[in-house]
């Protein structure tokens, strides 16, 4: 069996977790890795497997069937998405929710001059929540969709605050408000405001000499992170950042509470919901599902981005047809 040479871009946390995810896939391998770091000061899990200098990612055009993105949302996958789309087909994991539609025309216009397949803003939210909102408003056409995020950090908004000037490390919680969720969960469908739904807690390490203040202000009034939310701010050593905090719990849950019968006299509960020991360990391991799926789109003959709207399942399986047929329906 020819497999799916995966290169990963960007080796922090999420890259690791798509090395470790690359191994429970037996129709994959590790191809290449590519860094911003001193690709000789880069030790990765995979013996034998090169890494490059994302500087010359260019040369390596054909090393890789799919580039798995590993870097930021909030600086990193704008300027590499569509830079990279051209000349891969690519996975990403995007979450900046109020500006994945213009980046998904940014890099469909890139993936389509290059002839190739880029799924964005895959992982569990945006990704498999998505589904779950989509599926529970086709189904249950008449109600109302709830997202809860939590309690656990938040990779993208902790990388966010990390790009604060003075800011050394940083972890952010996503904690739900407990009365809101229990007000859904008994149909009552709330009207819930952005603020009512969940708080944020920021655990923040910053240079010596820093203005704490102005940091503060700079993380709570960031637009499309922070600045809707009710925001806590706790400036820490590195020492209690590491001791206490060094662990990348996250979950959470979506809840489609809807109405049927002649008058809407009967109500429906739906609920999908996450409890992951490691959110990066997860997250890569729905993108590298989804890498089997350009791959397989793109054998096709299909280009341009996609999301996970745009995916049918079966792509996302190393199994044929016939066996999940058999095994799963």
């Known amino acids: 069996m020819d497999k799916i040479r995966i290169g990963i871009v960007g080796y922090g946390n999420l890259g690791r977790g798509t090395e470790l995810a690359i191994r429970q896939n037996p129709d994959m391998e590790l191809a290449c890795v590519f860094t911003r770091r001193d690709p000789a000061s880069l030790k990765i899990l995979t013996e034998g497997v090169p890494v490059y200098s994302m500087n010359d990612i260019a040369d390596h055009k054909g090393d890789a069937d799919v580039l798995i993105l590993c870097g930021g949302s909030a600086t990193d996958l704008p300027e590499q998405g569509p830079k990279l789309a051209e000349m891969f087909c690519t996975v990403d994991s995007f979450d900046t929710h109020a500006k994945i539609p213009q980046y998904f025309e940014a890099v469909d216009s890139s993936a389509k001059k290059g002839g190739n397949v880029s799924i964005i803003s895959v992982g569990w939210d945006p990704g498999m929540f998505s589904v779950a909102r989509l599926y529970g408003s086709c189904i249950l056409p008449h109600g109302n969709t709830y997202t809860f995020w939590g309690k656990g950090v938040s990779q993208g908004h902790s990388d966010a605050i990390r790009r604060v000037e003075g800011v050394v490390d940083a972890r952010q919680y996503t904690i739900p408000v407990e009365a809101a969720v229990e007000a859904v969960r008994s149909g009552a469908d709330p009207e819930l405001t952005t603020r009512q739904k969940h708080t944020r807690e920021c655990f923040v390490v910053v240079k010596e000499g820093a203005d704490k203040a102005k940091i503060e202000s700079e993380i709570k009034n960031m637009p499309n992170y922070f600045a809707d939310y009710d925001t806590t701010v706790h400036f820490i050593s590195q020492e209690e950042l590491d001791r206490d905090h060094s662990g990348i719990p996250h979950g959470g849950f979506v809840i489609r509470s ?70 799963m329906l």
């Open 258 to 327: 809807g109405k049927t019968g002649e008058c809407g006299e009967t109500n429906h509960i739906v609920e999908y919901s996450l409890k992951l020991g490691s959110n990066p360990e997860f997250t890569s391991s729905i993108l590298v599902a989804y890498a089997r799926a350009a791959y397989r789109m793109h054998k096709e003959g299909q280009s341009g981005a996609k999301t996970v709207f745009d995916v049918a399942p079966a792509y996302l399986s190393v199994k044929s047809g016939a066996e999940i047929r058999a095994e």
